[in-house]
C-alpha cells in the first residue's frame, strides 16, 4: 500500500510503501437477518403432536469453511413448576435444517429452548419459548336455556360447564358468549 504525506507549509510530498497484513479471523456463527425462529405458544393440544423447529436459514456462518453448521439443542427443561420437562430423545432432525419435537397430548410444557449453530468450534445460541397448556373443555352437557322473547337478563353459573386439566379452579375460567347476546347476558357466575 503506498502511502503520502504531505507537508501544507511547502506542498512538499513523501510517499512510501508501506506492508498491511490482514489476518483472517474465523468468526462464530450468527442469527441470520433473514431468521424463521419463532416462539411456540399452543392451547389445543387434544392430540400427541410434532411441533416443528424450523432452523432453515436460521444462522449464518459469513466466513463459512466449507464445513457447514452442526445445530443442536439444549436446556429443554422446564421453565416452571408443574410443567413437564422436555428432552433431547423427544427432537427429532427430520432433515433441511428442521427439527420435530414430540409432545404428549393433554401434558403441559414450558421451556426456553436453545438453538446452538456449531461452526468450527465456535458458536451462537438463539433462545425459543415453547409453551404448551391445555385449554378448558366441556366438563358436562349443557342445559338448554330457554327464556321469553323480552327477557331482560338471567344468570347462568357457565364455568362449571368446563373444566381445565391444566388448572381445577373453575372461577378461572372466563366464559364470554355470542356478540348478538352480550348485551343480556350475565357470565359472572
Known amino acids: 500500500m503506498e502511502v503520502t504525506a504531505t507537508n501544507t507549509a511547502d506542498q512538499t510530498t513523501l510517499s512510501q510503501l508501506i506492508s498491511v497484513i490482514v489476518t483472517a479471523v474465523d468468526d462464530a456463527p450468527a442469527l441470520s437477518p433473514d431468521n424463521r425462529f419463532v416462539d411456540y405458544y399452543s392451547n389445543q393440544l387434544t392430540a400427541n403432536k410434532n411441533i416443528l423447529i424450523d432452523c432453515v436459514n436460521g444462522f449464518e456462518d459469513v466466513d463459512d469453511d466449507g464445513y457447514g453448521l452442526t445445530i443442536t439443542f439444549t436446556n429443554l427443561s422446564n421453565a416452571a413448576a408443574g410443567y413437564t420437562d422436555l428432552d433431547t430423545s423427544m427432537v427429532t432432525d427430520i432433515g433441511n435444517g428442521q427439527f420435530n419435537i414430540a409432545v404428549v397430548a393433554n401434558t403441559k410444557y414450558a421451556a426456553d429452548v436453545n438453538i446452538t449453530a456449531d461452526a468450527s468450534g465456535k458458536n451462537f445460541t438463539k433462545t425459543v419459548k415453547l409453551v404448551i397448556d391445555n385449554a378448558p373443555a366441556l366438563a358436562s352437557a349443557y342445559e338448554t336455556i330457554s327464556v321469553n322473547e323480552d ?39
Open 151 to 189: 327477557f331482560a337478563s338471567f344468570k347462568k353459573k357457565a364455568n362449571v360447564l368446563f373444566a381445565d386439566a391444566d388448572n381445577g379452579d373453575p372461577d378461572s375460567i372466563k366464559v364470554s358468549f355470542a356478540d348478538y347476546l352480550a348485551d343480556s347476558l350475565d357470565s359472572q357466575y
